[in-house]
Nanobody, 119 residues
Framework: QVRLVESGGGLVQPGGSLRLSCAASGSFRSIYRMGWYRQAFGNQRELVATITSSGSTNYKDFVKDRFIISYVNAQNTVYLQMNSLQPEDTAVYYC?????????????WGQGTQVTVSL
């Protein structure tokens, strides 16, 4: 199996910053893509940003110029630097990994980490 361990969530005031990290370990040949989704209370899970192992990134419009996703190949770890956080960014943030298995690719999810933006 593949395990995703997330860290870095918490409570921050509006305008503040947080950095999320997610490390992948377990049974896979290599990482194709990792990323972050989020789910606010009462809403569906939505894409925040993804990055491939070659460094290609994809951001949703609502986080462009505020969030930066990065990936360290040697550590199989993805980071999400979140700046200028606003109350509407409050959500559970889920790490996502799309990995190459012995045969084919498979997707995995982390347990989620709570991010709360409030005074």
């Amino acid at each position: 199996q593949v395990r995703l361990v997330e860290s870095g969530g918490g409570l921050v005031q509006p305008g503040g910053s947080l950095r999320l990290s997610c490390a992948a370990s377990g049974s896979f040949r290599s990482i194709y893509r990792m990323g972050w989704y989020r789910q606010a209370f009462g809403n569906q899970r939505e894409l925040v940003a993804t990055i491939t192992s070659s460094g290609s990134t994809n951001y949703k419009d609502f986080v462009k110029d505020r969030f930066i996703i990065s990936y360290v190949n040697a550590q199989n770890t993805v980071y999400l630097q979140m700046n200028s956080l606003q109350p509407e960014d409050t959500a559970v943030y889920y790490c996502y990994a799309d990995v190459f298995r012995i045969i084919g690719r498979e997707e995995f999810w982390g347990q989620g980490t709570q991010v709360t933006v409030s005074l």
